[in-house]
């Protein structure tokens, strides 16, 4: 790729992120001034606690709002695109970018999807089917003060919440009668340099606190024992013998995913019934054989793709000959059919909900990936 084509890229990026922030900023002012003559820190937990007393209500309002003709025109889209994809040739060259994007193919059907935390960023379509038995715990990492996720998933299936963070302190409001741990810990994969994570992360402390996704001051005092693998983890809060197929995770971390997923022993990914991720920066072509290694390792632990959204923060959509994919991801992996993938599985589901609430970004176009084995 030429210096031009990453210069332009690197400032649509640049601009993607100045809107993100000004969205944010606009829609916490605007809720703010609902509740003018309180106090910040009782303005503060009454933001908090609405937002999850509105997770815990039905989540029927969203599909509520479109007419019975546009599910149904989503629907035939769907359909329609699925038999577009099936119709290309793999004519993407072979290598790491081809085998990284066929891993990444909607595969395994669910019965009962259902929207788990925010209506926006922070919420995330998952399959509900047969998760109401046999979970002990949930795992959420990326908080940054909010967790609609993970409340709603230790409020509704009577689990113990762990939290994870270190870059802001900001602790969400409990759920009634929930079991929430919250660390002060960022998560870190097996080979990594605790010490120069956590160097690496305070250089950036003052951006992320402006763009809303940190706190300066936090950052500013991370050292090394900020930072854990999964396996230590799993270890502190109790679950390094969990049973397979137990707990739940989300992880949203800023690409610290990657190596994460390639590093960890597929033996501690098995201990998950469901996992919900958010993919960074697909454009970084020089990263896909880690991004491959990555997913390939949460598909040798069982599971398979049932559900994925572009996330209309992240930047366009990144083009490789015939495929396209949004270059920020919202996946969800339940387990893999036995019978092996299924070929009908919708790209859209009514649930889905477009990250950013400003209404002049639209939801991102839907994935076009390799499908052949």
């Known amino acids: 790729m030429s210096f031009c084509i990453l210069l332009v890229l690197s400032f649509a990026m640049v601009r993607a992120q100045h809107i993100r922030r000004e969205a944010k900023i606009n829609v916490h ?8 003559g309180e106090t910040p820190t009782k ?39 699925h038999h577009k994809i099936q119709s290309y040739a793999d004519k993407l060259a072979p290598g790491a970018t081809r085998d990284f994007l066929r891993t990444l193919r909607l595969c395994a059907p669910c019965t009962k999807y259902e929207r788990f935390g925010e209506d926006n960023d922070g919420g995330y379509v998952m399959c509900s089917d047969g998760l109401d038995k046999g979970l002990v715990g949930a795992y959420s990492y990326g908080i940054n003060g909010f967790d609609g996720w993970g409340m709603a998933i230790a409020s509704r299936y009577h689990i113990p919440l762990n939290e994870y ?28 340099d605790a010490a120069a994570s956590a160097n690496a992360l305070k250089g950036v402390g003052d951006q992320r606190a402006a763009d809303h996704e940190g706190e300066a001051g936090t950052t500013s005092k991370i050292g090394a024992a900020s930072f854990k693998t999964l396996t230590q983890m ?34 501690n990914l098995k201990k998950f019934r469901e996992i919900v991720v958010e993919y960074h920066w697909i454009h970084q072509v020089s990263n896909h054989k880690l991004y491959y290694d990555a997913v390939k390792k949460v598909e040798d632990a069982g599971f398979a793709v049932a559900h994925m959204h572009g996330n ?32 009908d599985v919708k790209y859209h589901n009514d649930l889905d909900m477009s990250n950013s609430p400003n209404p002049s970004w639209a939801e991102m176009p839907d994935a076009v990936l390799p499908t052949s084995l």
Request: with cysteine.
């Open 29 to 36: 002012a605007n809720t703010k001034a609902k509740l003018e």
């Open 165 to 192: 963070d270190c870059t802001s302190s900001k602790r969400p409001v409990v759920c009634k009668g929930c079991d929430v741990h919250f660390h002060g810990e960022c998560i870190l994969n097996q080979d990594g």
């Open 312 to 343: 209309n923060f992240g930047g366009p959509m990144q083009d490789y000959g015939e495929f396209s994919i949004p270059d920020v991801i919202e996946v969800t992996y339940i387990q893999k059919p036995q019978a092996g993938c299924s070929a």
């Open 43 to 81: 303005v503060a937990a009454l933001v908090q606690q609405a937002a999850f007393d509105k997770l815990l209500d039905s989540k029927d309002q969203a599909v509520k709002g479109r007419s019975r003709s546009e599910s149904h025109a989503l629907h035939a889209q769907s359909k329609a695109l």
């Open 234 to 267: 799993l270890k502190d809060s109790g679950n390094a013998n969990a049973a397979e197929r137990s707990l739940m995770l989300k992880i949203d971390v800023e690409s610290a995913e990657w190596k994460v997923f390639a590093q960890e022993p597929v033996e």
